[in-house]
Structure formats: structure tokens, C-alpha cells
């Protein structure tokens, strides 16, 4: 019993120290002067700008990831191919790669000495921003999707095509239904590493505020540049917000795939 | 399902943070990047090194009061002044540039960015300055003063790393130029760095405001650094102070317009506004020294002239002074920081 | 369903290429792949290869470079470590234990994942920095990037331990515990050599993840060189001061690294699984 209570305190304290006491802090140091100095940090124009970027960057970022995502997983899932165990390590590379040489590997290959010799407006514009997010956020719907693909089988699918049905109508009334969770769920963590992402953008970012600064690069940016520990704060709670939906839904989708 | 609760949310929290918007500008310092508010006026796009965001912040408001500045609007950035030009120059769009050293607008006059007659104007495009600065902490327990107090045993100095920052070319040139009696002995000044990096230098941060960050967190003995940086920490109440020593630089940060600006006679506005009575005593308020004789005069007891100040002239120009000290690889200066920090 | 014995068509061969998408979907996947994940990142070999080997082992060489190469992979090294000890604390006390609040101290484990890391950054700069209401200082130093790095990497082991200490064999336990063995020989003989892969897999990814890690060091690390830089940061400064063959050579070393510790971990998992 003993053994069991240390054991508990030990597990919660590491927690505590490492997690839940710095949370708190910062959730005190951003509401310790009230409410309206919390909302008024985060409604400058800068501010608002930075929040809608994040949030384009998302809007432009989440079809892209699924759309291809899906064609990636169903590729994966149901073919085969020569090269197929290549195409797979291709969709981990991102998780292994620091988010910084992904914007080295941007800047060397669409920058202005790059193997496109600067052909397209990319660095330091939204296109670069957008790459980079890509980059980073590109295995979570295909290791998402492609279990539940396997799992699921063809017997429905090829049932359905003889039964006359298009590869389209397939796709949307059978394989689609099938994999909504685990779309949703590779959405999920899409958005909130778009939302989070932060060494890559520092690299291809131009930051400038009210254009190319996203909430993660405004962060930086007021407790660095501002010398604005506070705002840096308040910013800080926004994205925490923002996490924290993540964790809601990633929890309430989690007991949808369980059951 | 799940996915549309959570753009719901997304949604509330810009619906939410937007219905705030009008009633409240001033609180963040990055106030006038209203792109939000832009309507029909126009905008102008500012990359500038890491420091002088405090004088725009008094600035800008100033232009806007005048009828060429009236509903102008700017988006601005701010980093290390070598870092910044290098992503101008690889395609971050601006209308107007502001580096804390020349070699910085020089590189956008070599790629075509800036025309070559930038700096023909009575000031040679250098609308503010300021001089190098110790700062230390409260109370100066090491009592440093002058740039031999520096060298004395086990100080931490911090400054940032010369080859990001305009902010460290400055900090190095200073006592250099005191060291070689203004460049007559390169040795003697050569000598004076080579034991400042690399016996009291251990950090590197990357401009001049991570470099204050860095001392402001704890680090270190010393911080060199722009007057007015200084000026700006001991306003926002932070434990330090600084000594301007009894010989040191005059530091000028250029401003021009980019060639290919969306807004050129705006930006133009802009730029000449700084030259302004007004321009000028704004950026004297916020702690930068003011060219226009007039109002350096005014504010002559803010700003007290050192026994010796050189300049970059004193030294035959920034052209001479980067490609001997500063040019990468071959650049004495360049060599002591990579033989010391590599 | 299986009766159906679907008669194969003439597509049939054609649609196994690319699965359900057929070849067109199999090119697209491809490209798609290929433009954003592996040709900037065969630029970034190109170009640390673009002057010589020679010029590529002096940028990965040089003092600062190696030791912020050293420092990361000893420093994530050891984060992979305590992350398999308190991993597998914290993951026994979500399976084993009962107490209030467990499923809140459950949802936490994922936060680290969920919250952006500069954020992260902050978060401990605001209680271990030198404003810090404890007293604790540690503000550039290596204690503070190991912090920061354990705290990014907290779901890893966790994560991948807990299922399979759900499925433990409890008998096999309770008959050790009744022939007299202690908790902690059961915990040795009994659950360790189960969580073996798990551990190995959870470490392996926590050590990849810290290795390139940068949103959460870039505050609190203060990246003093040949003390706390890590690689990224390093990288990150050789791309600001215009050195892009330099950030380039180290980035392929940090990649190299990264495989080999992943590919070392896969096959050695895979040979225990198989033993």
C-alpha cells in the first residue's frame, strides 16, 4: 500500500513540477491584472492579425493534408507497389526532421539561391509559411487513416463496385463513413500543430506584424523585440486555449473510436 | 461532427477577439500594425533592427499627425539588423528599411533594392544615433567604467554575435578605435578584442535586444549596447544602469525607401519626416540621438558628449571597416570570433 | 460478405497499383511527397555536399558545431532516459492506481503534445527563470534545456507503456507475488520484459523528437554556445548570420543521427519481438 501511495506521489510530483505548476503560473501572471488587460493584449491589431493568420494557415493546411492524405493512405493501404516501404518512410521523415532544417531545407530549395533559384514568391511570404506547415503536419491524417483502411478491408468496397456503384460513389458512401474518425482525428492534431508550429516559421517567416507574424512567431516576438513579458503571456494563454480544445476533442474522439 | 465544434470555437475566439478591437489600441506597443483598420489610407511595411521599435512607437503617431502622415498605417518588424537585410534582400516586401549599420542597406544598393543615391542628403540617410554604452547592474558593483575595466579578471560581457548583428559591430569598433587611436594601430586594437571575445565573451545572441534579454535574465557582468537601449531597460525599471565611457562611438542607423515599394511617396513622407523638428524630437524623447544640431541642442543634458567620440569616418567608412574587420571568413574581427567562438 | 467471390475484373491489376486510387492517385501521392518533403530536403544535401567533403567536415567540426551536436545527442539521450523511468512510473500509476482525478492527470499526459512549444518555453522561463516566485534559477543552463526537453517529450513512453501494461498477464503476476517474490522482483521477472519494445519505441521516439527540438530551448536554453546551443539553435544562427553550407552540413549530421538511433531502435525491437 505503501510502495503504492509513494509511487502515486512520485508520478504526480514530477507531473506537478514539470507541467501543472508552470501552467498555473502563467495562467496567473496573464489574469493577475484582470480580465481586461488579458483581453485588451490580445485585441491589438497585431494581435488580431496574428490569430487570423494562424487560423488561414490552418484553413489552407487542413484540406491540403486531407485531400492528400487520404489519396497517400489509400495508396498505401490497398496497393502495392514497388517502392511502397520507401513511399511509407517518406510519410514518417517529417516527425524525425527538426521543424528548423525543415525551413533550412524551404529556404534551400525555394529561396532566392535555391534549387527554383527564387522562381516563385515562397520565403518570407504566406506560400512559405504554408509549406512549412505542410511539411510538419503531413503524417498525422495518413497514420491516422491507414490503419483504419486496413482494418476495414475492400469486401465492402468491391461488393459495392459490383454491385455496379462508381469508384466515386465508392469512395464517398462506403470507404468514406468508414474512416470519418479517423479523419477527424488526424485533423485534429493537424490543427493543433499548425496553430503550435513555431522553429520552422522562424526560419521562412518574414514576422512582420500584421502580416507575417502567426501567433507562435507573436509570441516570440513581443517577449523578445516588445520586451512585452506580458502580452507574451496573454498570447501564450490564447494558444493554450486553443491546446486545450485540441485535448477536448482529441479525448471525445478517442472515446468515439473506442466504441 | 467534432471537427465543426472545433472551428466553432476557432470562429468564437476571432468573433470575440475582433469585438474588442475598436475599443483598445494603445495597450500593445505594436499599435500602429493596424493592418486590421487599414480601410482606403495607406500602409507602409518597416523592417528595422532589433531596437528602434521605442522610437517609432513615438514617431509614427507624430507622422500621423501631420497631413502627408495622416491614416497611414504600418506594419513593422524588428530583428537583428544583418538578419533582417538578408531577408529583404531574399524577398520579404517593405517600403521602408532601418538598419542599425550602412553594410545593411549596402547589400540592398548591391542586389538592386535601393537606389545608389540613398544616403545623398544632408544627413547621408542617418536620421538618429546614438552612442556605445556599459551597462551594468544596479549600483555597478564591478565598477566598470572604460573599456580596460572590461578586460579585468573573470567579467562576463555580453554582446551579440557581429555577424547577425549591427548592435555588436558597434560594440566592437568602439574600443577598437580607441585601442588603435582611430585605426593608426590595427594590432593594438586587434589585440584589445582578441582577449575581450575570447576571455569575457561567452554568449552570442543574435541582435541587440536578445542581447538586453540575455543580461536582463541573469547573465553576465557587463552588457554593451546602444545608449538608448540602455535608456529604454532604465525606463522600464529593470536593475541596471549604464555608463557611457569616457571614449567611445557614435553610432548611426540609417533609414531608406525600397525601390520597388508599393507606396514610394509615402514611404518618402515617411522618411522625411523623420529629418523633421518633430521627427526629431520624438526619436530624442525615446532616447536616440537626434542629427538636427537644434534639437540635439535642446536635449543636449539627456545626451552628454563623451571626452572622445569616433566615428565610423574616423576609421575610413563602413566600406574599409567591413571588408577588413567584419567580412566573413577573412575580416580580422571575423577571424577572432570564429578562432574564439567557432 | 466474403461469399461474395467478387469475380475480378479487368481493372483489377491495374487498381492493386495504387490501391483504391489507382496509379493517377499513386503519381499524385508521389509528387505531392516528393515537392514537399523530399526535394527541399535533398537541397539540403546537395548544398552541404555543394564544396566538399572536406568543407563539410569543418562545418560539422567546427568547435561550436560539435558541441552542440555532442550536447544534443548526449542531452536527448539522457531525456530518453528519465522519460523511460518516470514514463513507465507515470504509466503504472495510471493503470494500477485509483484515485480522484486520475482521468484529469490522463489528459494531461497529452498537453506537452497539443501546446506549442514556444509556449512551452515560456511556461517554464516564467517559473524556473530568473523572475522566478521559487527561487529556482535556471536560466540558461544545461539543467534548463533538460527540462525543457523532458517536458516536450512527457507523452512518449508514457503513451507507448500504458496499453501494454493493460494487458499484462495479472496471474502470472499474482503466482510470483504468492510464491513469496517482492514487487520489485515481480515488477523485474515479470512486467519489465513485456514492456521491453514499448519502452525501447516510446525512448526512441522521445529521443527523435528532442534531438531536433528548438520552440522549447530557444528561451529558457539562452544558447550559449559550447554550453547550452543545442544543434537547432545552432542551425537557426548559422542560417542568420548567411551561412547556409554550414546550417546545411548540420543538418544532415542531426538527420543522420536521428536515423540511426531510429533505425537501431526498429531493428532491435523487431529482434526482441521475434525472440
Same mark, same amino acid.
Given at each position: 500500500?505503501?510502495?503504492?501511495?509513494?509511487?502515486?506521489?512520485?508520478?504526480?510530483?514530477?507531473?506537478?513540477?514539470?507541467?501543472?505548476?508552470?501552467?498555473?503560473?502563467?495562467?496567473?501572471?496573464?489574469?493577475?491584472?484582470?480580465?481586461?488587460?488579458?483581453?485588451?493584449?490580445?485585441?491589438?491589431?497585431?494581435?488580431?492579425?496574428?490569430?487570423?493568420?494562424?487560423?488561414?494557415?490552418?484553413?489552407?493546411? $487542413?484540406?491540403?493534408?486531407?485531400?492528400?492524405?487520404?489519396?497517400?493512405?489509400?495508396?498505401?493501404?490497398?496497393?502495392?507497389?514497388?517502392?511502397?516501404?520507401?513511399?511509407?518512410?517518406?510519410?514518417?521523415?517529417?516527425?524525425?526532421?527538426?521543424? $528548423?532544417?525543415?525551413?533550412?531545407?524551404?529556404?534551400?530549395?525555394?529561396?532566392?539561391?535555391?534549387?527554383?533559384?527564387?522562381?516563385?514568391?515562397?520565403?518570407?511570404?504566406?506560400? /512559405?509559411?504554408?509549406?512549412?506547415?505542410?511539411?510538419?503536419?503531413?503524417?498525422?491524417?495518413?497514420?491516422?487513416?491507414?490503419?483504419?483502411?486496413?482494418?476495414?478491408?475492400?469486401?465492402?468496397?468491391?461488393?459495392?463496385?459490383?454491385?455496379?456503384?462508381?469508384?466515386?460513389?465508392?469512395?464517398?458512401?462506403?470507404?468514406?463513413?468508414?474512416?470519418?474518425?479517423?479523419?477527424?482525428?488526424?485533423?485534429?492534431?493537424? $490543427?493543433?500543430?499548425?496553430?503550435?508550429?513555431? /522553429?520552422?516559421?522562424?526560419?521562412?517567416?518574414? /514576422?512582420?506584424?500584421?502580416?507575417?507574424?502567426?501567433?507562435?512567431?507573436? $509570441?516570440?516576438?513581443?517577449?523578445?523585440?516588445?520586451?512585452?513579458?506580458?502580452?507574451?503571456?496573454?498570447?501564450?494563454?490564447?494558444?493554450?486555449?486553443?491546446?486545450?480544445?485540441?485535448?477536448?476533442?482529441?479525448?471525445?474522439?478517442?472515446?468515439?473510436?473506442?466504441? | 461532427?467534432?471537427?465543426?465544434?472545433?472551428?466553432?470555437?476557432?470562429?468564437?475566439?476571432?468573433?470575440?477577439?475582433?469585438?474588442?478591437?475598436?475599443?483598445?489600441?494603445?495597450?500593445?506597443?505594436?499599435?500602429?500594425?493596424?493592418?486590421?483598420?487599414?480601410?482606403?489610407?495607406?500602409?507602409?511595411?518597416?523592417?528595422?533592427?532589433?531596437?528602434?521599435?521605442?522610437?517609432?512607437?513615438?514617431?509614427?503617431?507624430?507622422?500621423?499627425?501631420?497631413?502627408?502622415?495622416?491614416?497611414?498605417?504600418?506594419?513593422?518588424?524588428?530583428?537583428?539588423?544583418?538578419?533582417?537585410?538578408?531577408?529583404?534582400?531574399?524577398?520579404?516586401?517593405?517600403?521602408?528599411?532601418?538598419?542599425?549599420?550602412?553594410?545593411?542597406?549596402?547589400?540592398?544598393?548591391?542586389?538592386?533594392?535601393?537606389?545608389?543615391?540613398?544616403?545623398?542628403?544632408?544627413?547621408?540617410?542617418?536620421?538618429?544615433?546614438?552612442?556605445?554604452?556599459?551597462?551594468?547592474?544596479?549600483?555597478?558593483?564591478?565598477?566598470?567604467?572604460?573599456?580596460?575595466?572590461?578586460?579585468?579578471?573573470?567579467?562576463?560581457?555580453?554582446?551579440?554575435?557581429?555577424?547577425?548583428?549591427?548592435?555588436?559591430?558597434?560594440?566592437?569598433?568602439?574600443?577598437?578605435?580607441?585601442?588603435?587611436?582611430?585605426?593608426?594601430?590595427?594590432?593594438?586594437?586587434?589585440?584589445?578584442?582578441?582577449?575581450?571575445?575570447?576571455?569575457?565573451?561567452?554568449?552570442?545572441?543574435?541582435?541587440?535586444?536578445?542581447?538586453?534579454?540575455?543580461?536582463?535574465?541573469?547573465?553576465?557582468?557587463?552588457?554593451?549596447?546602444?545608449?538608448?537601449?540602455?535608456?529604454?531597460?532604465?525606463?522600464?525599471?529593470?536593475?541596471?544602469?549604464?555608463?557611457?565611457?569616457?571614449?567611445?562611438?557614435?553610432?548611426?542607423?540609417?533609414?531608406?525607401?525600397?525601390?520597388?515599394?508599393?507606396?514610394?511617396?509615402?514611404?518618402?513622407?515617411?522618411?522625411?519626416?523623420?529629418?523633421?523638428?518633430?521627427?526629431?524630437?520624438?526619436?530624442?524623447?525615446?532616447?536616440?540621438?537626434?542629427?538636427?544640431?537644434?534639437?540635439?541642442?535642446?536635449?543636449?543634458?539627456?545626451?552628454?558628449?563623451?571626452?572622445?567620440?569616433?566615428?565610423?569616418?574616423?576609421?575610413?567608412?563602413?566600406?574599409?571597416?567591413?571588408?577588413?574587420?567584419?567580412?566573413?571568413?577573412?575580416?580580422?574581427?571575423?577571424?577572432?570570433?570564429?578562432?574564439?567562438?567557432? | 460478405?466474403?461469399?461474395?467471390?467478387?469475380?475480378?475484373?479487368?481493372?483489377?491489376?491495374?487498381?492493386?497499383?495504387?490501391?483504391?486510387?489507382?496509379?493517377?492517385?499513386?503519381?499524385?501521392?508521389?509528387?505531392?511527397?516528393?515537392?514537399? #518533403?523530399?526535394?527541399?530536403?535533398?537541397?539540403?544535401?546537395?548544398?552541404?555536399?555543394?564544396?566538399?567533403?572536406?568543407?563539410?567536415?569543418?562545418?560539422?567540426?567546427?568547435?561550436?558545431?560539435?558541441?552542440?551536436?555532442?550536447?544534443?545527442?548526449?542531452?536527448?539521450?539522457?531525456?530518453?532516459? *528519465?522519460? #523511460?523511468?518516470?514514463?513507465?512510473?507515470?504509466?503504472?500509476?495510471?493503470?494500477?492506481?485509483?484515485?480522484?482525478?486520475?482521468?484529469?492527470?490522463?489528459?494531461? *499526459?497529452?498537453?506537452?503534445?497539443?501546446?506549442?512549444?514556444?509556449?512551452?518555453?515560456?511556461?517554464?522561463?516564467?517559473?524556473?527563470?530568473?523572475?522566478?516566485?521559487?527561487?529556482?534559477?535556471?536560466?540558461?543552463?544545461?539543467?534548463?534545456?533538460?527540462?525543457?526537453?523532458?517536458?516536450?517529450?512527457?507523452?512518449?513512453?508514457?503513451?507507448?507503456?500504458?496499453?501494454?501494461?493493460?494487458?499484462?498477464?495479472?496471474?502470472?503476476?499474482?503466482?510470483?507475488?504468492?510464491?513469496?517474490?517482492?514487487?520489485?522482483?515481480?515488477?523485474?521477472?515479470?512486467?519489465?520484459?513485456?514492456?521491453?519494445?514499448?519502452?525501447?519505441?516510446?525512448?526512441?521516439?522521445?529521443?527523435?523528437?528532442?534531438?531536433?527540438?528548438?520552440?522549447?530551448?530557444?528561451?529558457?536554453?539562452?544558447?550559449?554556445?559550447?554550453?547550452?546551443?543545442?544543434?537547432?539553435?545552432?542551425?537557426?544562427?548559422?542560417?542568420?548570420?548567411?551561412?547556409?553550407?554550414?546550417?546545411?552540413?548540420?543538418?544532415?549530421?542531426?538527420?543522420?543521427?536521428?536515423?540511426?538511433?531510429?533505425?537501431?531502435?526498429?531493428?532491435?525491437?523487431?529482434?526482441?519481438? #521475434?525472440?
Amino acid at each position: 500500500m505503501s510502495t503504492r501511495i509513494a509511487l502515486r506521489t512520485a508520478a504526480l510530483g514530477y507531473l506537478g513540477v514539470l507541467v501543472l505548476v508552470p501552467l498555473a503560473m502563467i495562467l496567473y501572471r496573464t489574469f493577475e491584472d484582470g480580465l481586461v488587460a488579458f483581453f485588451q493584449s490580445v485585441t491589438t491589431p497585431a494581435a488580431i492579425s496574428a490569430i487570423s493568420l494562424s487560423l488561414t494557415i490552418v484553413a489552407i493546411v $487542413v484540406p491540403l493534408n486531407v485531400v492528400f492524405g487520404l489519396v497517400t493512405a489509400l495508396a498505401l493501404a490497398r496497393g502495392n507497389f514497388p517502392g511502397k516501404g520507401i513511399l511509407q518512410a517518406v510519410v514518417d521523415l517529417p516527425f524525425a526532421v527538426s521543424p $528548423v532544417i525543415v525551413g533550412v531545407a524551404l529556404i534551400l530549395f525555394w529561396g532566392n539561391d535555391g534549387w527554383l533559384g527564387g522562381a516563385l514568391p515562397v520565403i518570407f511570404s504566406l506560400p /512559405g509559411m504554408v509549406l512549412a506547415t505542410v511539411f510538419v503536419t503531413l503524417p498525422f491524417v495518413v497514420r491516422e487513416v491507414e490503419p483504419v483502411l486496413r482494418e476495414i478491408g475492400t469486401e465492402q468496397e468491391e461488393a459495392a463496385s459490383t454491385l455496379g456503384a462508381s469508384r466515386w460513389q465508392t469512395f464517398w458512401r462506403i470507404t468514406l463513413p468508414a474512416i470519418k474518425v479517423g479523419v477527424f482525428y488526424g485533423v485534429v492534431l493537424t $490543427v493543433a500543430r499548425s496553430l503550435g508550429e513555431f /522553429g520552422a516559421l522562424t526560419v521562412v517567416a518574414g /514576422g512582420v506584424a500584421g502580416e507575417s507574424q502567426t501567433l507562435t512567431l507573436l $509570441v516570440h516576438a513581443r517577449y523578445i523585440d516588445d520586451h512585452n513579458t506580458f502580452g507574451a503571456y496573454a498570447a501564450s494563454t490564447v494558444l493554450m486555449g486553443l491546446a486545450l480544445v485540441t485535448l477536448v476533442l482529441m479525448a471525445l474522439l478517442e472515446r468515439r473510436r473506442e466504441a | 461532427m467534432k471537427i465543426t465544434a472545433l472551428v466553432a470555437a476557432l470562429l468564437a475566439l476571432v468573433v470575440a477577439a475582433c469585438g474588442g478591437a475598436s475599443d483598445e489600441v494603445g495597450g500593445g506597443s505594436e499599435s500602429n500594425a493596424a493592418a486590421a483598420s487599414g480601410g482606403g489610407s495607406s500602409k507602409l511595411s518597416l523592417v528595422a533592427y532589433a531596437v528602434p521599435k521605442v522610437g517609432f512607437d513615438k514617431v509614427i503617431p507624430a507622422f500621423n499627425a501631420t497631413p502627408e502622415g495622416k491614416g497611414v498605417t504600418f506594419s513593422q518588424s524588428y530583428g537583428a539588423s544583418g538578419d533582417q537585410s538578408r531577408k529583404v534582400e531574399s524577398g520579404l516586401e517593405t517600403d521602408v528599411v532601418n538598419f542599425s549599420v550602412e553594410p545593411d542597406i549596402t547589400r540592398l544598393v548591391e542586389s538592386g533594392q535601393v537606389e545608389e543615391t540613398w544616403n545623398q542628403n544632408e544627413y547621408k540617410g542617418v536620421p538618429f544615433g546614438s552612442v556605445v554604452t556599459i551597462v551594468t547592474r544596479k549600483g555597478n558593483p564591478e565598477n566598470i567604467k572604460t573599456w580596460d575595466d572590461l578586460l579585468k579578471p573573470g567579467i562576463e560581457v555580453v554582446t551579440p554575435n557581429p555577424f547577425s548583428s549591427g548592435s555588436a559591430k558597434w560594440n566592437l569598433l568602439a574600443p577598437y578605435a580607441e585601442k588603435s587611436g582611430g585605426g593608426q594601430n590595427p594590432e593594438a586594437g586587434l589585440a584589445y578584442l582578441e582577449k575581450l571575445i575570447g576571455e569575457h565573451v561567452k554568449v552570442q545572441p543574435k541582435s541587440g535586444r536578445e542581447a538586453t534579454e540575455t543580461f536582463l535574465q541573469g547573465t553576465g557582468d557587463v552588457l554593451l549596447s546602444y545608449e538608448n537601449e540602455a535608456l529604454f531597460a532604465e525606463r522600464n525599471g529593470e536593475d541596471v544602469e549604464h555608463t557611457n565611457p569616457p571614449v567611445t562611438f557614435r553610432i548611426d542607423n540609417p533609414v531608406a525607401v525600397l525601390k520597388d515599394s508599393k507606396n514610394k511617396e509615402k514611404a518618402q513622407a515617411f522618411v522625411d519626416f523623420l529629418y523633421t523638428k518633430e521627427g526629431q524630437t520624438a526619436w530624442a524623447e525615446a532616447g536616440f540621438r537626434p542629427v538636427d544640431p537644434d534639437v540635439a541642442q535642446q536635449f543636449a543634458s539627456d545626451f552628454p558628449p563623451p571626452e572622445k567620440l569616433w566615428t565610423i569616418d574616423d576609421l575610413g567608412g563602413w566600406g574599409k571597416v567591413n571588408d577588413e574587420l567584419f567580412e566573413p571568413e577573412t575580416g580580422s574581427v571575423a577571424k577572432i570570433y570564429d578562432e574564439a567562438t567557432g | 460478405m466474403a461469399s461474395l467471390a467478387v469475380p475480378k475484373p479487368p481493372a483489377r491489376t491495374r487498381r492493386n497499383l495504387g490501391g483504391g486510387v489507382g496509379p493517377i492517385g499513386l503519381g499524385v501521392a508521389s509528387l505531392w511527397l516528393s515537392l514537399i #518533403v523530399l526535394l527541399p530536403l535533398a537541397a539540403v544535401f546537395t548544398k552541404s555536399l555543394e564544396a566538399g567533403p572536406a568543407e563539410f567536415w569543418d562545418a560539422i567540426t567546427a568547435p561550436s558545431a560539435r558541441y552542440a551536436l555532442l550536447l544534443t545527442t548526449a542531452i536527448s539521450a539522457l531525456v530518453a532516459l *528519465i522519460n #523511460v523511468v518516470t514514463g513507465t512510473l507515470i504509466a503504472w500509476v495510471l493503470v494500477r492506481d485509483e484515485f480522484r482525478g486520475k482521468s484529469l492527470v490522463n489528459a494531461i *499526459i497529452d498537453l506537452p503534445f497539443a501546446l506549442p512549444t514556444i509556449v512551452a518555453s515560456i511556461v517554464l522561463l516564467s517559473l524556473y527563470g530568473p523572475r522566478s516566485p521559487v527561487g529556482i534559477h535556471l536560466y540558461a543552463t544545461k539543467p534548463a534545456v533538460i527540462v525543457a526537453l523532458a517536458f516536450v517529450t512527457l507523452p512518449f513512453v508514457v503513451r507507448s507503456v500504458q496499453p501494454v501494461l493493460m494487458e499484462v498477464d495479472r496471474e502470472a503476476e499474482q503466482a510470483a507475488a504468492s510464491l513469496g517474490a517482492s514487487g520489485w522482483t515481480t515488477f523485474r521477472s515479470i512486467i519489465l520484459p513485456a514492456l521491453y519494445p514499448a519502452l525501447l519505441g516510446g525512448a526512441g521516439l522521445a529521443f527523435a523528437r528532442a534531438i531536433g527540438e528548438f520552440g522549447s530551448v530557444v528561451l529558457i536554453g539562452g544558447g550559449i554556445p559550447r554550453d547550452t546551443e543545442v544543434a537547432s539553435q545552432y542551425i537557426a544562427k548559422q542560417i542568420e548570420t548567411d551561412r547556409p553550407a554550414s546550417a546545411a552540413a548540420v543538418s544532415v549530421t542531426l538527420l543522420a543521427i536521428s536515423f540511426v538511433v531510429l533505425f537501431a531502435i526498429r531493428w532491435f525491437t523487431k529482434r526482441k519481438g #521475434v525472440a
